[in-house]
T-cell receptor, first 111, second 117 residues
Framework: KQEVTQIPAALSVPEGENLVLNCSFT??????LQWFRQDPGKGLTSLLL?????REQTSGRLNASLDKSSGRSTLYIAASQPGDSATYLC??????????FGGGTRLMVKP | DAMVIQNPRYQVTQFGKPVTLSCSQT?????MYWYQQKSSQAPKLLFH???????NEADTPDNFQSRRPNTSFCFLDIRSPGLGDAAMYLC????????????????FGPGTRLTVT
């Protein structure tokens, strides 16, 4: 059974810092990995999708990497802003269309 | 804009009173999912449809049922809601994509927050 772990569970940084969120998974037989953002009481917004054959994806200040063999992904946020404050969820897609989520990292960016 | 729509956004029901949550999509995706998310927890998959093929997760309670009458709509029926069913219910869609690279990127709706009194 796939298990996804995110470290740290919570993170507080001053505005402007670069930061890294970590995600690890136990079964490397994945189709893709997605990073989501969730604001309190809201749905999930897809940030980046990395196919199993890819190593990284970039969107604006966000960069996500994937090392499938070691079961790890990182989300790099450059020049963090207070508007980046949210919960960030990592999820992997296995056979059977099943998306398994990590527990999330709650990010607070202080002005 | 193509999107995933959930109605209502907030639903209050009484203990034991059946309730139906709805999801519609304009993305023309062939896969639709229902997730349950409790406070401070990750979303948990309840079931999904691949076209008309229904796939139930092994640990989804029988109290939860789903219907997909056509490509665009999917419903979540909770037959006898208990206090433990109070949660955010998220609908998502995906598609294999086109070309050589498979996608299955999942797109989520805004969710329906269910309160059971």
């Amino acid at each position: 059974k796939q298990e996804v772990t995110q470290i740290p569970a919570a993170l507080s940084v001053p505005e402007g810092e670069n930061l890294v969120l970590n995600c690890s998974f136990t079964d490397s037989a994945i189709y893709n990995l997605q990073w989501f953002r969730q604001d309190p009481g809201k749905g999930l917004t897809s940030l980046l999708l990395i196919q199993s054959s890819q190593r990284e994806q970039t969107s604006g200040r966000l960069n996500a990497s994937l090392d499938k063999s070691s079961g790890r992904s990182t989300l790099y946020i450059a020049a963090s802003q207070p508007g980046d404050s949210a919960t960030y969820l990592c999820a992997v897609l296995n056979a059977g269309n099943m998306l398994t989520f990590g527990g999330g990292t709650r990010l607070m960016v202080k002005p | 804009d193509a999107m995933v729509i959930q109605n209502p956004r907030y639903q209050v029901t009484q203990f034991g009173k059946p309730v139906t949550l709805s999801c519609s999509q304009t993305l023309n995706h062939n896969v639709m999912y229902w997730y349950q998310q409790k406070s401070s927890q990750a979303p948990k998959l309840l079931f999904h449809y691949y076209d008309k093929d229904f796939n139930n997760e092994a640990d989804t309670p029988d109290n939860f049922q789903s219907r997909r009458p056509n490509t665009s709509f999917c419903f979540l029926d909770i037959r006898s809601p208990g206090l433990g069913d109070a949660a955010m219910y998220l609908c998502a869609t995906s598609s294999p994509g086109t070309g050589v690279t498979s996608s299955y990127e999942q797109y989520f709706g805004p969710g329906t927050r269910l309160t059971v009194t």
